[in-house]
């Protein structure tokens, strides 16, 4: 304290710092002990603690925290029991950590459909935990529920959105920290559904009164929209198909694959033309400039000879009513109009 008395206020600030460290020396050397035992303790249980509570909640937190985007999924080579998967998904995080997960295999299933019954189980790869990373997944996908694949189809098929949660358990390792933490993958994505199918527009090609040498006696250009980000491969594909509340005929589209956006393709079907001509001559239609509202619901679905239920069912599952302007392409291809009253005497020469 000798110094305080000597130089006064303006060293006050020294002051208060060298018996600190005067005594830090004698203080240290004598409870060295001491010291030792609280080192010890930071190594033996708050290193432990950290490092066995700490990072896999950091771990688990920022992984809780990434994001999961869903960019695009490839169904092809449909099979009965099995078919090929590709997804493309981004996983955004906000980089602060630098962590290796470990590949694991992820369950995918129906968020909003109880009980939670997976429709496919995904094999993620390894990853790391940067900001903005691609997960691109080829596989082989055995289908082990055809129920839960039904399900997830048919929801597809008909809502706007779909919930779609991916869970699996896997390893993380912090760079750093040699052991590795157990951490769940847990994320829902909501992805855009087919809207069953709506905005399909059917172009006539040609009606005949005897059916061609398929035995179709209509052909049509359809354009199926695909609102979805899942393609997927069907194969040959039927349709029922009603006329106002009667079953009127088959629809069918060949080697019919759904990608997103639109999907034109050749369309055939063995029409009753006595129900079409009937309808023709009814009020509103007569009026309508000859433009049907036909319903179409999925019959069968068989690609490369298997039949393939899981499609078939969820394409069954409901009707999509498609105006069909069948009135002048039975104009352009037989040169009959259909007055309102119908045909009369005329209609048993035709049909
Ligand atoms: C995934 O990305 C690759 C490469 O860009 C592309 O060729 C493929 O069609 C994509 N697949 C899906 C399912 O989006
Ligand atoms: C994954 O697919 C996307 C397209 O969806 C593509 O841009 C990206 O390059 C692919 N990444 C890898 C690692 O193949
Ligand atoms: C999705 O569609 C299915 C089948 O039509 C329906 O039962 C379900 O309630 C829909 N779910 C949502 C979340 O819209
Ligand atoms: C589809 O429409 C037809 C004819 O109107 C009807 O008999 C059938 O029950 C409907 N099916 C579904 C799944 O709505
Ligand atoms: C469907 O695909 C098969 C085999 O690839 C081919 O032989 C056939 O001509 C195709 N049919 C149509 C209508 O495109
Ligand atoms: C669809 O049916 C046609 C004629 O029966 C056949 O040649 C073709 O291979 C079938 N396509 C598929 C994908 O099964
Ligand atoms: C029927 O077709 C003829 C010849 O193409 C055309 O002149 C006529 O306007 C059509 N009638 C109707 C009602 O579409
Ligand atoms: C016709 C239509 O709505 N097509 C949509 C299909 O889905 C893609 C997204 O994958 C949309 O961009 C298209 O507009």
Not at 16 to 37: D, M, T, V
Not at 168 to 177: A, C, D
Not at 239 to 265: A, S, W
Not at 306 to 320: E, H
């Amino acid at each position: 304290m000798a110094d305080v008395d000597k130089s006064g206020v303006a060293q006050m600030e020294n002051v208060s710092e060298k018996p600190r460290r005067r005594g830090c020396l004698g203080h240290c050397a004598k409870f060295w002990w001491a010291y030792l035992i609280a080192v010890i303790i930071i190594v033996v249980v708050v290193v432990p603690v950290v490092l066995l509570v700490g990072v896999p909640k950091i771990a688990q937190q920022k992984l809780d925290d990434a994001e999961l985007i869903l960019d695009g999924i490839t169904v092809t080579n449909t099979q009965g029991s099995s078919m090929t998967m590709a997804i493309n998904s981004t996983i955004k995080t906000d980089g602060s950590v630098h962590a290796d997960i470990d590949a694991f295999q992820g369950i995918m299933y129906l968020e909003d459909h109880q009980p939670h019954t997976p429709f496919a189980k995904i094999n993620f790869p390894a990853t790391t935990a940067d900001k903005l990373q691609t997960v691109n997944v080829t596989q082989f996908l055995p289908i082990d529920n055809v129920e839960a694949l039904t399900t997830f189809n048919t929801w597809l098929l008909s809502n706007e959105t779909l919930r779609v949660t991916v869970f699996g358990e896997t390893n993380v390792k912090v760079k750093g920290i040699s052991r590795s933490y157990g951490v769940t993958f847990k994320k829902t994505v909501t992805m855009p559904g087919l809207r069953h199918l709506d905005g399909t527009v059917v172009k006539p090609d040609w009606v005949g009164l005897q059916p061609d040498d398929k035995g179709n006696n209509f052909r049509a250009t359809v354009t199926i929209p695909n609102h979805s980000l899942v393609a997927f491969e069907l194969g040959n594909v039927t349709f029922h198909n009603y006329l106002l509340g009667k079953e009127v005929g088959t629809v069918y589209i060949d080697n019919l694959t759904l990608r997103p956006g639109d999907n034109v393709y050749p369309m055939r079907a063995t029409i009753d033309n006595g129900a079409v001509i009937e309808a023709l001559g009814q009020k509103p239609y007569c009026e309508n400039k000859g433009v049907l509202p036909f319903q179409i619901r999925g019959k069968t679905v068989v690609n490369n000879g298997q039949a393939l239920p899981y499609f078939a069912d969820a394409l069954a599952s409901n009707n999509q009513t498609v105006d069909i302007p069948i009135g002048a392409a039975i104009n352009a291809s037989l040169g009959v109009v259909v007055p309102c009253g119908g045909l009369g005497h005329k209609r048993a020469l035709l049909f």
